[in-house]
């Protein structure tokens, strides 16, 4: 909902003062997305997605330049710049994926499991970008199911649950709260240790 | 509309192109299914030429020395130019019971006093033509046209006169009443047909293919108008249309002979009009479905009947009242019969402005539906 792609039954929400429905395209400028599948194009170059997206933001010729090369350097793929983002290896594309979400300087970095599938490397290098963001004075919103990469990574966490903010809180409150030295133990206590087995609710409303 | 929506249209048009041009099973089949088709419709319905040994019957009813003269000279010429299989029947009522059942194509008659009449100066032959086939029609029609107008320059210079006109007039009758048709009919509806059926699904295809892949939150989370989104990807679909249109009508005229007598940029607007009404069509039908593989059943059940009543295959005007008013409301029906107005009868922009408006509304009226239809879609 925050990413303004999914409409809210009821309540409203606000990034950096801007409703998220009223005011969709002034949120959209402001966030830079990173979701579990890739928003890259396969047959395109680096360069190619980023020189498309960045055209959607209206990035001007010669800066959107200047600010790929620079990205693509951080993301440490100028080396392939020129080659599909169809033959890069999983780590490859989540990196140039990451590049993408920051293409047009956003102020917030919403994350939606950046590190899922990811080999070891892949996923050291993500998290230290996340801490580099946070260094930058970024706010990064992540959403995760790996709660050791939230004690790693994160201040505030909220605990959600079918839906549900159960527990908002900074990380080292929660954990006094429930008695806790790892998050995983504060969520366990508040969600059950019971296996999930929940149809979607797509697939239910379609009587499957 | 602001100028920064256009602009966007533009980039994820271009997008859309290249992201096409890079994936080359796309590519070739985007320039081999209107080849396989155009070779398909050609040799199905071939053109004069591509024909030989069309069976004809000739029906003598008159005995005379004369008629039996120039009934042999026929049958010589329309044997030995080879397109031509002469059957004599000594009744017509033979001869017809053969055209209905298919065995020849054309009944020759020549009729009692047809000698007479020669001598006189003035005779007439009675041609009936199958008119189930409408390509075969045209050939048989023309190549005994051929071969009379020859025997009347014998005849001419035979009798000393050699600034007589005609002595044999010929006339020809159909089977069925109603206006005879030819490839020229069939082609401006075949190359329609191959350009759409690329079309017609292509915008539907690359909304589902990019919602599947995930890409297409990732344009909707940019600030970008729905409109410039639907549309830019539209533009690219009626591009790639105009491109494998140019294809088809090369290979036509290359391959079977297909005559252009009208503008070519009046022919490319009506193709690229018929495209976007077509897109939107499919992207309504779509919009209700969130797989590729459904997405593309629909399109598929949509595609097959239209092809079949829009007047691709035989006049319209053929069908059955209601079927009539069906084809209306398709956007392939307009597209075909302007298609073919200009292709083949030269009609100007003034004859074909209400198919094109028609065009347009049709456009209008869908993407209006779609676009709504296509937010709800994404936004769930």
Redesign the interface.
């Known amino acids: 909902m925050l990413c303004t792609v999914l409409r809210p039954t009821s309540g409203r929400a606000f990034i950096e003062g801007h409703d998220i429905i009223r005011e969709a395209n002034e949120v959209r400028k402001i966030i830079g997305v990173v979701q579990e599948k890739l928003i890259l194009y396969a047959p395109l170059t680096p360069v190619e997605n980023l020189e498309f997206f960045g055209k959607l933001y209206n990035i001007d010729g010669k800066v959107l330049k200047e600010r790929i090369m620079k990205l693509l350097d951080e993301v440490k793929l100028l080396g392939f710049k020129d080659r599909p983002v169809g033959t890069f290896s999983t780590g490859m594309r989540q990196r140039l994926n990451i590049a993408r979400a920051l293409l047009h300087d956003p102020q917030v970095v919403i994350l939606d499991e950046p590190t899922n599938g990811l080999d070891p490397q892949s996923v050291r290098w993500v998290r230290d970008f996340i801490i580099d963001l946070k260094k930058r004075g970024l706010t990064v919103l992540l959403t995760t199911h790996d709660m050791y990469e939230i004690d790693e990574l994160a201040e505030e966490v909220a605990i959600m649950d079918r839906g549900r903010i159960l527990e908002i809180g900074s990380k080292d409150e929660l954990k006094a709260k429930y008695g806790a030295s790892k998050i995983e133990d504060v969520f366990l206590a508040l969600t059950g240790k019971e296996l999930r087995d929940e149809l979607s609710g797509r697939l239910r409303r379609r009587g499957w | 509309m602001k100028k ?1 929506s256009l ?2 249209l533009y ?2 048009m271009k ?1 859309d192109l ?2 096409f041009y ?2 080359r099973a796309r590519l070739v089949t985007m320039i081999l299914l209107p080849i396989i088709l155009m070779l398909l419709f050609g040799y199905m319905f071939p053109s004069s030429g591509s024909i030989t040994h069309i069976p004809i019957a000739v029906v003598n009813q008159d005995s005379s020395a004369a008629a039996i003269g120039v009934i042999n000279s026929f049958t010589y010429m329309a044997q030995s130019s080879g397109t031509f299989n002469v059957i004599t029947y000594s009744s017509l009522a033979q001869a017809q019971q053969a055209l209905l059942q298919g065995r020849v194509y054309a009944i020759v008659t020549f009729r009692p006093g047809f000698g007479e009449e020669i001598r006189s100066g003035a005779a007439a032959v009675q041609v009936i033509v199958d008119q189930m086939n409408p390509t075969l029609d045209q050939i048989v029609t023309q190549g005994i046209e051929t071969i009379f107008n020859q025997l009347n320059v014998q005849i001419a210079i035979s009798q000393g006169f050699p600034a007589t006109p005609g002595t044999i007039s010929v006339n020809f009758e159909g089977l069925i009443p109603g206006a005879p048709s030819s490839f020229e009919f069939l082609a401006p509806g075949f190359i329609v047909v191959s350009t759409v059926m690329g079309g017609l699904a292509g915008l539907a295809m690359t909304f589902s293919r990019e919602r599947e ?3 297409l ?8 108008s729905r409109f410039s989104i639907v549309m830019g990807k539209a533009m690219a679909q009626a591009v790639r249309g105009i491109i494998s249109g140019t294809l088809i009508v090369i290979l036509a005229i290359i391959l079977f002979g297909v005559k252009i007598y009208g503008n070519i940029l009046l022919m490319a607007l009506i193709i690229f009009l018929g495209i976007l009404s077509f897109t939107g069509l499919g992207l309504i039908a779509t919009s209700f479905v969130s797989d590729q593989e459904s997405a593309q059943m629909i399109m598929l059940m949509l595609e097959l009947p239209m092809i079949f009543i829009s007047g691709v295959f035989y006049p319209i005007l053929q069908l059955p009242w209601w079927l009539r008013d069906i084809s209306y409301m398709l956007p392939l029906s307009y597209t075909v019969l302007s298609f073919r107005s200009v292709m083949v009868l030269n009609a100007p922009l003034s004859a074909v402005w209400p198919d094109l408006l028609a065009l347009i509304i049709y456009s209008i009226v869908t993407f209006a539906i779609a676009i709504p239809l296509f937010q709800r879609m ?3």
């Not at chain 2, 939150?217 to 970008?224: A, K, Q």
């Open positions: 920064g602009y966007h980039v994820v997008k290249t992201e890079r994936i892949l995930g890409t939150d990732g344009l909707m989370m940019t600030p970008v994404v936004t769930r």
